[in-house]
């Protein structure tokens, strides 16, 4: 089999994932993988830059994204030749973009069968650009089958009438994610390096991690930053004014993220909503403990991992939450990090299954 992987995002975690998801294809028998990535992806300038198979160039900004869709009946064909070149015989969007439309559109013209993967069933508050749900809806009803990372998400695919007859769901799961952090430090009693991680939205729950850190109270031992990219609000203000507590709103680039995770002993995941999470998975293979609440999909991912700390959420169990991680005596309770290579694998290795079926439904289709 020869599967062709796409994900054209510029930044973020989902080039990562989509070149992941094609090095786990390649540890399959008598599977090959290429990859597409945006000639502007973030990870192509990274120290630890893939071999991508098809570069593709995408755009800027909103102003970018409508001038590139403008011209996107100019470009299908040139794309779909060189897809062609490449010769696959099914196609994977590893998370659904704004421009993936364009790719759908190509892969017809070649007739390459394709599987959306899908990481959210409906996008989060302040996610994404506009009518980037209805693009995304677009783009499931033309693929062959789609793929949930959680049963959260699968069960939300059905109920909206994408996945089903004639269109079938995988079910997959979320890899831990290797940013090469450094192993976790043995910390003294009573102390506690505090990451929350991510972009800076009113999902993420930053007002309950807020009042958990004022009922737990000053803590001598406890250093907390906030870390990631969104827009200034009251909740950051706050947290700012706590003592131990520092917030960067910024950008964290690609090489930063191993050293970020190496400074921490715990994660704390706050979440209102979830669909699962790539900063768990990130720190599950940084061997890091998590902090997560019962919300979406993102318990199901923590569910029976040693590393993992699952609270209610609501500020009460949160502090709870922390209050135990403070306590512990070392800083995993002699829990292994995640083997996220042999996890790709087996992730890939179910996906390969399900494009088999694929593959020979559309023959026998065709006969």
């Known amino acids: ?98 421009l993936d439309l364009l790719m759908a559109t190509a892969l017809r013209h070649v007739a ?45 695919l059905i109920a909206q009438g994408l996945a089903g007859h004639p269109r079938p769901l995988l079910r997959l799961n979320h890899p831990p994610m290797n940013f090469a952090a450094p192993p976790p430090r043995i910390r003294p009693p009573q102390s506690l390096r505090l990451l929350s991680f991510g972009r800076l939205l009113p999902y993420k729950g930053l007002d309950l991690l807020a009042d958990a850190l004022a009922l737990l109270g000053p803590q001598p031992g406890l250093e907390v930053r906030i870390v990631g990219h969104g827009p200034a609000s009251d909740v950051l203000n706050r947290l700012r004014a706590m003592p131990g507590v520092t917030v960067e709103n910024r950008w964290v680039p690609e090489d930063e993220i191993g050293a970020l995770l190496g400074w921490s002993d715990a994660l704390v995941l706050s979440y209102r909503e979830a669909s699962q999470s790539g900063v768990a998975a990130a720190a599950l293979a940084a ?18 991992n040693d590393l993992a700390l699952l609270c209610e959420p609501d500020a009460t169990s949160v502090a709870a939450g922390l209050r135990q991680l403070l306590d512990e005596r070392v800083p995993v309770a002699g829990a292994e990090p995640a083997d996220a290579a042999t996890a790709w694998r087996d992730m890939a290795a179910t996906l390969r299954d399900g494009l088999a079926m694929l593959l020979q439904n559309t023959s026998s289709h065709g006969a």
């Open 287 to 304: 061997g890091r403990r998590v902090l997560g609440t019962r919300v979406g999909g993102l318990a199901e991912q923590l569910a029976c």
């Open 1 to 98: 089999m020869r599967a062709l992987v796409w994900q054209w995002s510029r930044r973020g975690s989902a080039p990562r994932f989509a070149t992941l998801l094609a090095d786990g294809l390649r540890r399959l028998p008598d599977t090959e993988a290429l990859l597409s990535l945006s000639t502007r992806a973030e990870l192509l300038r990274s120290v630890s830059a893939p071999r991508c198979d098809l570069p593709v160039a995408t755009y800027d900004g909103l102003a970018g994204f409508v001038l590139r869709a403008a011209a996107g009946l100019f470009t299908v064909r040139p794309l779909a030749a060189r897809i062609r070149a490449l010769a696959p015989d099914v196609a994977v969007c590893a998370l659904p973009g704004p």
């Open 112 to 156: 390459v069968p394709f599987v959306v993967l899908v990481h959210d069933a409906d996008l989060h508050p302040g996610d994404g650009l506009p009518l980037q749900t209805a693009l995304q809806r677009a783009l499931c009803r033309r693929a062959a089958a789609l793929g949930a990372l959680s049963g959260y998400v699968g069960e939300q």
